[in-house]
Nanobody, 115 residues
Framework: QVQLVESGGGLVQPGGSLRLSCATS????????MGWYRQAPEKQRELVAI???????YYSDSVKGRFTISRTNAKNTMYLQMNSLKAEDTAVYYC?????????WGQGIDVTVSS
């Protein structure tokens, strides 16, 4: 089973940028549909962006135009470039992998947008 490890989170000022990475173990990364989700305090987990095995991205309306999801199959890694960050982007960000109905989540990483 694939294992996911997020990195790149932290504290950033409003208007700043961060780049999250999701490194995966195991084989067949190129076959996985990958995604980023987030959960703010006292809120439900929500979709941020997904990228299909074919490399087609989808974004939630709240991040469209500011965030960019990408993947490098040769490195078994997915990325989320986050620009023009807002306070409301503060959350724990989770990496998600799906293949043949099997879903795996990362442990999550904190992103805090504050001055």
């Amino acid at each position: 089973q694939v294992q996911l490890v997020e990195s790149g989170g932290g504290l950033v000022q409003p208007g700043g940028s961060l780049r999250l990475s999701c490194a995966t173990s195991g084989s067949f990364f190129s076959l996985y549909s990958m995604g980023w989700y987030r959960q703010a305090p006292e809120k439900q987990r929500e979709l941020v962006a997904i990228i299909t095995s074919s490399g087609i991205p989808y974004y939630s309306d709240s991040v469209k135009g500011r965030f960019t999801i990408s993947r490098t199959n040769a490195k078994n890694t997915m990325y989320l470039q986050m620009n023009s960050l807002k306070a409301e982007d503060t959350a724990v960000y989770y990496c998600r992998a799906e293949y043949a109905g099997l879903v795996t989540w990362g442990q999550g990483i904190d992103v805090t947008v504050s001055s």
